[in-house]
């Protein structure tokens, strides 16, 4: 079966891999990332990263299943692609220990049966004390098959790793995409692309390529970038990402050291306190261009400030990226037609986990089954 995947980001790159390996003729189209952002004209990903925390360690047994089948196979698509993304740093999840989302975090955690550390009190300050945790914090460490990943260079060995497998990849950008009794004739920039089937997965744009499709909701992100030189690295050489449950249902999250393209250490902070929606394409792309909220970023900075005293800051930048949620905080993967499907949708946690996504995506663009377990947000189907 032919089949085209529209997005070549981290699900859509996913899905090619699983379905090229499975034995079938993919083609995935996706423009490369730009090589400057703030003079790019066309669609983009919010994979341009270098930091996302990963982790088994989540609130909702959903999150935590799909993060754990993904994490597990880190190891083979580095081993496919020849291309390291992830770094066992540990990860932790901390809040208020009589919270709603931290006991349900200790819920799923005990359920799913994977290791993880309780700390409170002395011993959570003398574990971790370039952190400052409010009296009564509990907090959940998992230090192994946890930490960060660099989700630009996991888009590229999931790309590396389908094309290997027989899988064909087209830098352009999908412009339309028609459906017929007889397939599928995706238009692009580099001209049309005929499929019997394809799966949609466009992240914040997917309303651009399919208007209406999805009860989609597309928010602007400000990310925080501290850098550090090497001796303040140094010294946070054991530090863990760290995903903050605040009482006031807020849940910033901190990446340690990290070196970007640029050759700078930079930690990482995002954290948004107002939902700021997107519509429409001009708004996308003139979000992605700016940089940024300022006011964002100074509020990141005096977080950081407070939950890290006395850290060393050469310089802060700010950058923009979009998150994109369903009403059921859960990924749209599903079938639209009998002859295409969709999986979009990370809700804020899909880096880690997109080569769960992607391989979901590829049974619903085969019409097979998914697993009990993933409870989606429900996809109705449209009219050929």
């Given at each position: 079966m032919r089949i085209a995947i529209i997005g070549a980001g981290l699900i859509g790159g996913a899905a090619a891999r699983h379905l090229a390996r499975?034995?079938?003729?993919?083609?995935?189209?996706?423009?490369?990332?730009?090589?400057?952002?703030?003079?790019?004209?066309?669609?983009?990903?919010?994979?341009?990263d270098e930091g996302?925390?990963?982790?088994?360690?989540?609130?909702?047994?959903?999150?935590?299943?799909?993060?754990?089948?993904?994490?597990?196979?880190?190891?083979?698509?580095?081993?496919e692609s020849g291309i390291s993304f992830y770094t066992e740093a540990g990860a932790m999840l901390a809040g208020p220990a009589d919270g709603t989302l931290i006991r349900?975090?200790?819920?799923?955690?005990?359920a799913a049966g994977f290791p993880a550390e309780?700390?409170?009190?002395?011993?959570?300050?003398e574990?971790?004390?370039?952190?400052?945790?409010?009296?009564?914090?509990?907090a959940?460490?998992?230090?192994?098959?946890?930490?960060?990943?660099?989700?630009?260079?996991?888009?590229?060995?999931?790309?590396?790793?389908?094309?290997?497998?027989?899988?064909?990849?087209?830098?352009?950008?999908?412009?339309?995409?028609?459906?017929?009794?007889?397939?599928?004739?995706?238009?692009?920039?580099?001209?049309?692309v005929r499929a019997d089937r394809a799966l949609v997965a466009t992240g914040g744009f997917t309303d651009v390529l399919l208007p209406g499709a999805l009860p989609l909701s597309v928010y602007a992100r400000t990310v925080a970038l501290f850098e550090i030189d090497a001796a303040e690295a140094a010294r946070l050489s054991s530090m863990p990402s760290l995903i903050a449950l605040l009482p006031n249902g807020e849940d910033p999250y901190l990446l340690p050291p990290i070196r970007y393209p640029d050759g700078r250490l930079y930690l990482k902070l995002g954290g948004d306190p107002v939902d700021v929606p997107l519509e429409g394409r001009a708004a996308l792309g003139d979000w992605f261009r700016g940089g940024g909220s300022a006011e964002v970023g100074a509020r990141l900075e005096a977080m950081?400030?407070?939950?890290?005293?006395?850290?060393?800051?050469?310089?802060?930048?700010?950058?923009?990226?979009?998150?994109?949620?369903?009403?059921?905080?859960?990924?749209?993967?599903?079938?639209?037609?009998?002859?295409?499907?969709?999986?979009?949708?990370g809700c804020g946690r899909g880096a880690k986990c997109s080569d769960e996504l992607g391989r979901l995506g590829g049974l619903a663009v085969l019409g097979a089954a998914l697993p009990d377990w993933a409870e989606l947000q429900p996809v109705a189907a449209r009219a050929a």
């Open positions: 499975a034995g079938h003729d993919v083609v995935l189209i996706g423009p490369a990332e730009p090589g400057d952002k703030r003079c790019h004209d066309g669609v983009f990903a919010s994979h341009y996302r925390i990963t982790r088994k360690l989540d609130p909702w047994a959903f999150w935590s299943r799909a993060s754990r089948e993904s994490i597990a196979r880190y190891g083979e698509i580095e081993a349900q975090t200790a819920e799923v955690q005990e309780r700390l409170t009190g002395g011993a959570l300050a574990r971790f004390p370039f952190f400052a945790f409010a009296p009564g914090t509990l959940l460490y998992e230090a192994t098959a946890a930490g960060h990943i660099s989700p630009r260079r996991l888009a590229r060995a999931q790309l590396v790793a389908a094309e290997r497998a027989g899988a064909r990849y087209l830098a352009a950008e999908a412009q339309g995409l028609d459906e017929t009794a007889a397939g599928i004739s995706v238009a692009t920039s580099e001209g049309p950081i400030r407070k939950r890290m005293p006395g850290i060393a800051i050469r310089r802060t930048v700010t950058d923009a990226c979009v998150t994109t949620y369903t009403p059921a905080d859960r990924p749209a993967i599903g079938r639209l037609s009998d002859r295409v499907a969709v999986a979009v949708a």
